[in-house]
């Protein structure tokens, strides 16, 4: 049983088009990252939401606690945004888990 | 960006060979992780820490050890390294603010 679900799995776009990346998950949570890894590169937090939304840059991201969902858009998308997201969520019970994540590639 | 590094980034080794990982932070923080991500499963969680000489198992804990006698590092262990530990290993702390998450570079180790 996976405590967070991530579609799609696997995405390619071309340059500039609106991507979005879908995270479900089961357990009560203290909050939710959305977390990019680069090719062979370290694991960095996008972002930390517990409610709501945050934006950075062209990376918005949303979430809704009633229905244990959160998204990832990137708005513009770029070369340089190819890389795997990954959902990670904080319990109420203090462990992460995590997602198996979404490679993405944009292709310029 | 948190202080947090791991040493060594990459390893080669043989069957049967003890391997240690070292996972160094400078930002005091309680908590530490050690995770593996290998393809098609993700991150799991091989053992955390929550103080000094406070650790506990995590879902794939079996052929590793960890040890905490400083704040600052946490160290992982495998006894006997085995082909199916050849994985890129994760070192993570958190907070605060509770549940923010830094990893550190990653060390990857290949076990022949």
Redesign the interface.
Known sequence: KNEVEQSPQNLTAQEGEFITINCSYSVGI??L?W?QQHPGG????LF?L?SGKKKHGRLIATINIQEKHSSLHITASHPRDSAVY?C?V?STG???Y????TSLTVIP | DAGITQSPRHKVTETGTPVTLRCHQTENHRYMYWYRQDPGHGLRLIHYSYGVKDTDKGEVSDGYSVSRSKTEDFLLTLESATSSQTSVYFCAITGPPKGELFFGEGSRLTVL
């Open positions: 203290s909050a990252h977390l370290g694991i960095v937090s930390m517990s990954i990670a904080y203090n462990q992460f995590f997602g198996t994540g």
